[in-house]
């Protein structure tokens, strides 16, 4: 059942809300098939040389958590004239300009547009 489906069930949401959703091949992480919940450990799952130990820490420092709202209109940035910042993994938060890496660039503002509805604008 989909998580969006369970209703009042709050364990059912629950129990989907933790659980890895297998998707096409190519648009998982890595590349593969899967896209991982957010979770203690999971930088390890989108490297692609699992021999390197220090490319763990390095993928800890590029897998974005939380970041701020961007957006196709300049005024509806949380921070203008354009760019957010944006929670690691590991715990560090950089400022990004707009467009940049992702989450903030016009792929992901046009995204989050979907979700951005005020009335008027």
Do not use: W
């Not at 949401?13 to 999971?42: H, S, W």
């Not at 040389?49 to 420092?61: G, L």
């Not at 910042?85 to 590991?90: A, G, I, T």
């Amino acid at each position: 059942m989909p998580a969006f489906g369970a209703g009042h069930n709050d364990a059912l949401f629950r129990q989907e809300m933790d659980r890895d959703c297998t998707v096409e091949p190519g648009n998982g992480n890595a590349g593969g098939d899967t896209v991982y919940r957010l979770r203690e450990g999971i930088e390890r799952f989108v490297i692609t040389n699992v021999a390197d130990p220090a490319a763990t820490s390095v993928a800890a420092s590029e897998v974005f958590v939380m970041y701020d709202n961007v957006a196709v209109r300049s005024e509806q940035f949380n921070h203008v004239p354009g760019g957010g910042n944006v929670l690691y993994m590991d715990g560090h938060v950089q400022f990004v300009k707009y467009p940049g890496p992702p989450p903030i660039n016009q792929k992901m503002a046009s995204i989050m547009r979907m979700f951005d509805h005020r009335p008027g604008h």
